[in-house]
């Protein structure tokens, strides 16, 4: 059996400041909890394995205070689980919102169900929404009901987010679906048997029956994986994984750690209901998505930057300090994970046009410097004008005075 997993990430920068005020009012409101439990065992296995932190992310997942998640799915009677797991990351100065289910379908003649209703969970958290009320796709927060996914989550970072006066909304997004299957079958002869299903998974295209298959093929690119069970797709708007990890491998593993280590290594156990944490696919997504979230802020503060220095309100030196800023985020987006993991966040980074981001921050702060030279010249020039006509000034006045004191002296 076949399940279908998927995570919908967000990411928004967050000062220390707006994340104190994010995750201990979350608190103190009985909102956010800290990852416990099998989720946040799972959860730390996974990143103690696979991440190295300076400082680690703090994570909290959405729960009434009476245990359960505050925020649903709803498909006519049907409520697939949700949970909204909630991450300041301190090394990035960003949030993330990670939003989890488990898609299933009860119509057993209908092979291709879970894909549809998949595909339109995908679309209803990118914000498209339901005509058919209550009986339709819609999103619970608490007693309230609102008639796409995306308006719910919306809500939610409004909740979370109350009185830090952010101007960054939810713009950044990606998600990762996950099929898991414990055949321990490579799973790249399902894609090569028909990759239609997988190409709609990856573009959210309801109408993936009616793609060639050469089309789809072709999409989905080459896959990854460090496994023969494992095979990952990059997309424009995230990743597909398939996942088939059996038992034989989770012994094996566990026998080779035992006799170097003395101790099962806990990660390689996971079969975790959270799409991408399993080879560290969720830890990728979020990264691409929170550095391309600091690009868009640099892009914003340089604009508003570029438009105050034009009008003469900013000087050269605090635009060059924002230059030094671009240099930072430049860094981080060259940054790089384990060499295992390393190859797909690289084809990541190129599937959801990171390039092109970096291009038009290059474009931006060569505009940004040419500014700051114009500026900076003509704050010399006039300098330089000043100090002349003081000093011609100076002169007339030495030369009166020489004059003055030759006819005195007469």
Not at 201 to 215: I, K, M, Q, Y
Not at 286 to 293: D, G, P
Not at 387 to 407: A, M, N
């Amino acid at each position: 059996m076949t399940a279908l997993l998927l995570t919908f990430a967000w990411a928004v920068p967050l000062s220390e400041r707006e994340a104190e005020k994010v995750l201990d009012g979350g608190r103190d409101r009985g909102l956010l909890t800290h990852l416990d439990g099998e989720l946040g065992r799972e959860w730390t296995a996974a990143e103690d394995f696979l991440a190295s932190y300076t400082t680690p992310p703090r994570r909290r997942v959405l729960r009434k205070r009476t245990g359960g998640s505050r925020l649903a799915i709803r498909v006519g009677a049907v409520s697939p689980p949700c949970e909204l797991v909630v991450t300041w990351h301190p090394s990035y100065h960003a949030m993330t919102l990670i939003l989890a289910t488990t898609i299933t379908s009860a119509d057993a003649g209908h092979p291709s169900a879970e894909f549809d209703l998949a595909i339109a969970v995908l679309q209803s958290l990118q914000g498209r929404e339901t005509a058919n009320g209550e009986d339709g796709l819609h999103g619970s927060y608490g007693e309230m009901s609102f008639p796409s996914l995306l308006k719910a989550v919306t809500h939610v970072f409004e909740d979370l987010t109350k009185g830090c006066e952010l101007s960054e909304g939810l713009s950044r997004k990606g998600w990762c679906v996950e099929l898991r299957s414990h055949d321990g079958h490579p799973p790249a002869r399902r894609v090569a048997a028909d990759p239609r299903p997988f190409y709609g998974l990856a573009t959210s295209d309801e109408g993936w029956r009616f793609v060639p298959h050469d089309v789809a093929r072709d999409a989905l690119g080459p896959s990854w994986g460090t496994r023969t069970f494992v095979a990952a797709y990059t997309m424009a708007g995230g990743i597909v994984c398939l996942n088939s990890k059996d038992s034989e491998y989770v012994e094996q593993q566990g026998e080779l750690m035992r006799g170097p280590f003395g101790a099962d290594e806990p990660y390689f156990g996971i079969d975790s209901h959270i799409g991408g944490l399993d080879h560290g696919m969720l830890f990728i997504l979020e990264r691409v998505l929170i550095r391309m979230a600091l690009a868009d802020q640099w892009l914003r503060n340089a604009q508003r930057e570029l438009v105050a220095l034009t009008a003469k309100r900013k000087s050269p030196n605090r635009t060059r300090l924002l230059r030094g800023s671009l240099d930072d985020i430049l860094e981080m987006l060259h940054s790089v994970l384990p060499p295992e993991v390393d190859s797909l966040e690289r084809r990541l980074v190129t599937s959801m046009g990171v390039e092109r981001i970096i291009a038009q921050l290059d474009r931006q702060a060569e505009a940004m410097d040419e500014e700051t030279r114009y500026s900076y010249e003509n704050t010399v020039s006039g300098r330089v004008t000043r100090l002349t006509v003081v000093t011609v000034v100076l002169t007339v006045v030495t030369i009166v005075l020489g004059v003055l004191q030759v006819v005195v002296s007469l």
